[in-house]
């Protein structure tokens, strides 16, 4: 997938050229000037002859206003009058211009010409904005046409103003493409598109025949040519430094131009400004002349005539057709536009007998293979509107990757050609006289043959210049380290997620259709890239081997057998990437070449053989279904070239599990979050699985037919998912020492509450888009608390409809979260709308009778014992009637520091709130109020013993 070619219309495209004459900025450089402005080109003609400037930091302000001041001295500038404006600062004809204001020499001068007259109460108003109309007249008496004006008023001097000096302004046709408005502040673009197009206006002058005063025009005498020593001019750029249409480039600092109509080419002074890219091209370009006649380039533009410049990716050339491979008859260049969305190539005409030039050189008896280069751009111009392309300008470059460096002999040697190639190597010598040799960093600045290092990538330039062999080499130390994510076509891969196209050179002369030497997904290492950003050479340091996948069901349809894996996961983000892949002709299965309905058999034999696997589940599986855990490889195509299988590069570990008699633990290993390993029957070295940031982690849903459910993720140490002491279902591969490469952790169902399931206490709950699983749209938030925390601030989670129907701000409930960390199970312990649900009257115990357990008790206060102030000991009666306090079952538990306190408010719109242990102090129990009231409290009790256990106290006021 090359880059796109690209079709550019000269009629648009105005070439603004940034210049270094002198200080001055001109369009292009203005960060406020746009180029496809209409004003854009006036702007940047008249900064280049020094009559407007910008500002300091870089801009222009085409919309700011412009003094009155202001507009005289770009109106006395463009008379050529800059020293006569310098030579006659000081006192004016008008009150209100001190003598040291700045631009009293340019009112002076323009007061002399009769350029500006005040406004007849002896004041000029030299900070005032110059109105569109004061600008058109001034610009009117500069050229020399007051009299038109006052001709275009009857004569009558008093009535020429202003329509008078408009009318002469529209007849000079100088309004072009402004539209101003009377009476308006002119903007600084209007005023020079103003002064712009009078540039080339014919000057209206006085003169005298014997006493007699009259006015006549000079054909062809104006501001350019007559007052700023300068001119403007239209031809075709033939030839610069780099490149020519005669074969003889131009010495450092001139520019060869063919002036339309003339017979031969005019050198002049390129004035620093590049020309690059512009040799072949008609322009129009603006000068000055210095005393002895001799120009100096101050602006250019491109104006090929009425066509289309076309400009080809290299790679994007599908064939030339021309008679005996020369193009003396003209030929036909078929090229794509689009090669990825285009079902045809686009089709160029060429002229016969064009003129061709490669890297800057004109080549006599151009050949296709002197037109198509391996690797560059072809610029194809049409000289004539509507005619063939006439001229081709060939970019061919050569790329070298440094494998070695002779610095003796100046030479280096590419990593990829070989030593039988004549190019496998390139002399780069300086001092030798045949050579003009240019070497540029990446940066573009000035480089030397020490610059270069190995790895390098070269993009070597070859052109000639007289009898001379010219060397352009730009070095590219651009590198891209990372993992091929996908491969998108045989041109083109993603790196992390981000494409990247490989080099014409990188397939020619180290891939050539070897297979072993293509990409593979998965392959990690460092890239390195050409000046276009393309992949011209890769060291890898990790192979496309090491991807683990897993394999869910291989089925035959229609003759053909389609393999559906789960790929490997390169982040801590859980993802479901299940994908349908066919294997490669050259598919192999732990190494073996087999036939389709082999490769099927053969993968459930593995099942079979392996009783060690769990695979538990009660679901009925398809008969395509072949659960299991392989290494696996894709081509450039994303085709199956490989799997490896439990036995052959695949080891499975193999586990005692706990035994049945550990309540729920069947088959299954505890997970231990302070070492984040998954512990065994023996709790022994080699019955231990110990999870990092690089172990790949496979989900595999309750129901395996389900290819959505799957899911892949890095093991994340600070967000494992999987809950402490609990118990899961799991396989590991490939253990280094007691860490797992792989693991597949299989759920079985809906995951029931347990002493390690999280309570919750309700704040708000609301329906709300859920992006990642939509079926969760209820976003509950509430404080949550667990065994090893509790909560000082809310949480959100998301449950189904389903699991949130009944809940309400101050509910407590309990859940469990699935292997995605979904919430998988609800049950409500108590609905403070109503009666408490169970655990009253009878506490609630998770687990076995020891530190672990969770109880969840409710009741009434029925006696609080204190010490010096302080609550020792609680003990509450379990059940919601007051009269049954003195008959109900009790639970005492003893308040501690590490206790936490809530209390729910329904007369308030926050319902729930954290509060302080004091709080304890203020409850009403039964005995304190004497049997007339005692405050509900719900607790949440974490260990077996009163005295040591935590504690959370949920005061109810209904």
Same mark, same amino acid.
């Given at each position: ?96 211009? %001190?003598?040291?204001? #700045?631009?009293? @020499? =340019?009112?002076?001068? !323009?007061?002399? *010409?009769? &350029?500006?007259? $005040? ?37 009558? %001097?008093?009535?020429? #103003?202003?329509? @008078? =000096?408009?009318?002469? !302004?529209?007849? *000079?046709? &100088?309004?072009? $493409? ?781």
């Amino acid at each position: 997938m090359g880059f796109k070619s690209r079709i550019m219309s000269l009629l648009l495209a105005t070439v603004l050229v940034i210049t270094s004459f002198g200080s001055v900025a001109i369009a292009g450089s203005f960060s406020d000037v746009a180029a496809d402005k209409s004003y854009a080109s006036a702007i940047s003609v008249l900064s280049a002859l020094k009559l407007l400037k910008g500002y300091e930091d870089g801009s222009f302000r085409p919309e700011g206003d412009i003094t009155r001041t202001e507009f005289a001295a770009v109106i006395v500038r463009a008379l050529g009058q800059e020293d006569s404006a310098t030579a006659s600062t000081g006192k004016t004809a008008f009150d209100d211009v %001190p003598a040291d204001f #700045w631009g009293s @020499g =340019y009112i002076n001068v !323009a007061t002399s *010409l009769g &350029i500006i007259k $005040g406004f007849g109460d002896g004041n000029f108003g030299p900070d005032q904005n110059v109105t569109y109309e004061q600008a058109v007249k001034m610009t009117v008496c500069a050229l020399g046409y007051e009299q038109l004006a006052f001709s275009l008023a009857g004569n009558d %001097p008093e009535k020429a #103003w202003p329509q @008078g =000096y408009l009318a002469a !302004a529209a007849q *000079l046709n &100088i309004l072009s $493409g402004i539209s101003g408005v009377e009476g308006a502040a002119a903007k600084r673009w209007q005023v020079a598109r103003l002064v712009f197009n009078s540039l080339e206006t014919d000057l209206m002058e006085k003169i005298y025949v014997g006493n007699q005063e009259s006015y006549a025009i000079t054909k062809d005498k104006n501001l350019l040519n007559e007052k700023l020593s300068a001119g403007v001019d239209t031809g075709t750029l033939t030839a610069n430094t780099l490149a020519s249409e005669s074969g003889a480039l131009t010495r450092a600092g001139e520019i060869k131009i063919t002036n339309n109509g003339a017979s031969e080419a005019e050198i002049i002074k390129d004035g620093g400004i590049s020309t690059v890219g512009l040799v072949g091209r008609s322009i129009k370009y603006y000068y000055t002349k210095d005393i002895d006649g001799e120009k100096t380039l101050i602006y250019i533009e491109d104006r090929t005539a009425n066509s289309s410049v076309i400009i080809i990716d290299a790679e994007d050339v599908s064939k030339l057709d021309a008679a005996d491979d020369d193009l003396s008859e003209g030929a036909t260049l078929y090229y794509w536009e689009d090669k990825e969305n285009d079902s045809r190539t686009k089709r160029i005409d060429i002229a016969k007998n064009p003129t061709v030039l490669i890297n800057g050189g004109v080549i006599s008896n151009p050949t296709v293979d002197d037109i198509v280069p391996f690797s560059g751009k072809i610029e194809l111009i049409a000289s004539t509107k509507g005619g063939d392309f006439d001229k081709i300008m060939v970019t061919a470059f050569e790329t070298y990757v440094v494998r070695d460096i002779s610095a003796t002999n100046k030479i280096i040697y590419d990593k990829f050609r070989s030593s039988s190639l004549e190019n496998n190597s390139l002399t780069i010598d300086a001092s030798d006289s045949s050579y003009i040799i240019t070497i540029k960093k990446p940066d573009g600045s000035k480089g030397e043959f020490s610059s270069i290092a190995v790895n390098q990538v070269l993009s070597v330039k070859k052109g000639k210049s007289g009898s001379k062999t010219t060397l352009d080499i730009t070095i590219s130390n651009r590198t891209v380290s990372g993992s091929i994510s996908e491969i998108i076509d045989e041109d083109t891969i993603a790196i992390d997620k981000k494409e990247y196209n490989i080099s014409a050179y990188y397939q020619k002369y180290y891939i050539r259709g070897n297979a072993s030497n293509t990409f593979d997904l998965g392959d990690t290492g460092i890239f390195y890239l050409d000046v276009d950003g393309k992949i011209a050479s890769f060291e890898k340091t990790a192979s496309a081997s090491s991807n683990y996948g897993y394999l869910i069901a291989a089925e035959i349809k229609s003759s053909k057998l389609y393999l559906t894996l789960l790929k490997h996961s390169t982040t801590t983000n859980l993802v479901t990437d299940v994908i349908t892949v066919q294997p490669s002709s050259s598919f192999r299965i732990n190494g073996e070449k087999l036939a389709k309905e082999e490769i099927v058999t053969k993968l459930k034999g593995i099942l079979t053989a392996n009783t060690g696997k769990i695979n538990v589940d009660s679901a009925t599986f398809p008969t395509d279904y072949v659960p299991q855990v392989v290494l696996y490889t894709l081509n450039n195509s994303g085709d199956c070239t490989s799997i490896s299988t439990i036995g052959d590069d695949l080891s499975l570990y193999n586990v005692t599990y706990l035994p049945e008699a550990t309540a729920g633990a069947l088959n299954k290993m505890q997970f231990n979050s302070s070492s984040n390993e998954l512990v065994g029957a023996s709790n022994t070295s080699n019955n231990r699985i110990k999870l990092n940031s690089s172990t790949q982690v496979f989900i595999v849903p309750h129901n395996r037919a389900d290819t959505d459910e799957y899911a892949s993720k890095k093991f994340d140490p600070a967000n494992p998912t999987l809950i402490h002491d609990a118990y899961y279902h799991v396989e590991a591969y490939d253990m280094s020492g007691t860490t797992a490469k792989a693991v597949v952790l299989y759920e079985t169902g809906a995951p029931a509450v347990s002493e390690q399931s999280s309570i919750g206490i309700v704040t708000s709950i609301s329906q709300a888009t859920n992006s990642t699983y939509e079926d969760y749209d209820r976003r509950v938030r509430a404080y949550i608390y667990t065994r090893s925390a509790n909560a000082s601030a809310e949480s959100t989670l998301y449950l189904t409809e389903n699991d949130a129907q009944g809940l309400n701000a101050g509910d407590v409930f309990i859940y469990s979260l699935d292997l995605k960390g979904r919430v998988g199970n609800v049950q409500i312990l108590l609905n403070v709308d109503g009666a408490m649900e169970t655990p009253v009257p009878n506490p609630i115990q998770l687990g076995n009778v020891n530190y672990s357990n969770t109880k969840l008790f409710g009741g009434l206060v029925k006696s609080v014992a204190k010490e010096s102030s302080s609550i020792t000991r609680i003990t509450f009666a379990l059940t919601n009637d007051i009269d049954e306090v003195e008959s109900a079952a009790i639970e005492d538990v003893d308040p501690a520091s590490n206790n936490a306190v809530l209390v729910f408010d329904g007369s308030k719109t926050t319902k729930v709130s954290i509060s302080e242990l004091s709080e304890l102090n203020s409850l009403d129990s039964y005995e304190g109020t004497s049997g007339s009231s005692a405050d509900e409290v719900f607790v949440i009790q974490y260990g077996a013993n009163r005295t040591t256990s935590k504690n959370v106290f949920y005061i109810i006021k209904r």
